[in-house]
């Protein structure tokens, strides 16, 4: 099986200054995402390849012992640049290397670092099982259900459920359907998705990855600060 192990971080963060490489329990953040994929060269010969506009970043990567010649476009280092050309700009490249063209394609966080091999070889086995799917990202079941506690403005300037169940209003949490938080921790791709116009991760073909234990991304300073708590204090219900 050919894969290739995609790590996008971006030199610039408005959130959190630098987020990329900050230290968290004693290790840079990337290091986290490349110590995983490791592991994952280890049980699948995968390639892991960076992607990124700071050099910074790919000093602190090299000395995790990733390194690249790529260098990511300024087109696709702002704000506004997409995550999938991201990875495509970054596949071609790693193609044009070998030569040839991968099979999956499995794009790690640098900013959700909480899962672990068996997550990702599972994940990769749902996939297997299912050919006509087009990927498959992680998720967590969701805090709050559009179907329950979760409102919108309607047009009259009113509010009401975001969603409304078919089979007519759900009184408990229990009854309502399942939802999931997108934990933005890994995705899983087959190499043809890249050669359609998507844009987005979610298809009419993807697959879903239920965590069985805590995963969250780093979005604010004060999640750094939880984190970093959790692995301090041991308290992560999970080996890392």
């Known amino acids: 099986m050919n894969i290739l192990i995609t790590i996008c971080a971006r030199g610039g963060s408005k959130g959190i200054p630098g987020k990329n490489i900050k230290d968290i329990n004693g290790k840079s953040l990337i290091g986290y995402s490349i110590d995983l994929?490791?592991?994952?060269?280890?049980?699948?010969?995968?390639?892991?390849?960076?992607?990124?506009?700071?050099?910074?970043?790919?000093?602190?990567?090299?000395?995790?012992?990733?390194?690249?010649?790529?260098?990511?476009?300024?087109?696709?280092?702002?704000?506004?640049?997409?995550?999938?050309?991201?990875?495509?700009?970054?596949?071609?490249?790693?193609?044009s290397l070998l030569n040839g063209k991968?099979?999956?394609?499995l794009d790690l966080d640098v900013t959700s670092p909480l899962r672990?091999?068996?997550?990702?070889?599972?994940?990769?086995?749902?996939?297997?099982a299912k050919p006509e799917a087009k990927n498959l990202f992680s998720v967590n079941p969701a805090a709050r259900n559009p179907y329950f506690n979760m409102v919108e403005e309607n047009s009259n300037g009113f509010y009401s459920l975001v969603k409304t169940n078919p089979d007519g209003s759900v009184m408990t949490?229990?009854?309502?359907?399942?939802?999931?938080?997108?934990?933005?921790?890994?995705?899983?791709?087959?190499?043809s998705f890249f050669d359609s116009d998507s844009k987005s991760a979610?298809?009419?073909k993807s697959l879903i990855y239920e965590m069985k234990h805590m995963c969250f991304?780093?979005?604010?300073?004060?999640?750094f600060l939880f984190m970093e708590y959790l692995m301090q204090n041991k308290m992560l219900d999970f080996e890392l």
């Open 173 to 191: 949490r229990q009854s309502a359907p399942k939802v999931y938080d997108l934990n933005a921790s890994f995705y899983w791709y087959r190499r």
């Open 217 to 223: 991304d780093l979005d604010h300073p004060v999640d």
């Open 202 to 204: 979610i298809t009419d």
């Open 102 to 105: 991968y099979e999956y394609v």
């Open 37 to 95: 994929t490791k592991k994952i060269q280890q049980k699948f010969n995968a390639k892991v390849a960076l992607s990124t506009d700071d050099e910074l970043i790919k000093n602190i990567a090299e000395s995790f012992g990733i390194f690249t010649n790529y260098v990511r476009p300024e087109s696709l280092a702002t704000d506004s640049a997409g995550k999938i050309d991201t990875i495509k700009d970054l596949l071609l490249y790693e193609e």
């Open 116 to 128: 672990t091999l068996d997550d990702i070889e599972n994940a990769l086995n749902l996939m297997l």
